[in-house]
């Protein structure tokens, strides 16, 4: 069984920065691919970033590039998830999801265990 648990979510305003954070138990966890989705009220789950076991490859949505770093941490269990330059449109729960094999994909049913998200808001 694996859990995982976000945190860093919060109210800032546009142009400010969060750190989110995902712990995770499971001795899996450095073996596993993980990611990063999003979903704001009224619309579908969508991707934000992902990231291979070793941490060496990360995918991003493009409505992201360039401002949001995925990273990870194996001998913590902890991946995370540097926002910078936030606006109103990265208002969303953000939740981390972990894939039980090393590769990273952007497609949600690929992701078998995830979060109970962290809400993120950004004022104008």
């Known amino acids: 069984q694996v859990q995982l648990v976000e945190s860093g979510g919060g109210l800032v305003q546009a142009g400010g920065s969060l750190r989110l954070s995902c712990a995770a138990s499971g001795r899996t966890f450095s073996r596993s691919a993980m990611a990063w989705f999003c ?24 409505s992201v590039k360039g401002r949001f770093t995925i990273s990870r941490d194996n001998a913590k269990n902890t991946v995370y ?18 894939r039980g094999m090393v590769l990273a994909v952007r497609e949600a049913e690929q992701y078998d265990y995830w979060g109970q998200g962290t809400q993120v808001t950004v004022s104008s």
């Open 81 to 98: 998830l540097q926002m910078n330059s936030l606006k109103p449109e990265d208002t969303a729960i953000y939740y981390c999801a972990r």
């Open 39 to 62: 979903q704001a009220p009224g619309k579908e789950r969508e991707f934000v970033a992902a990231i291979t076991w070793s941490g060496g490859t990360t995918y991003y949505a493009d």
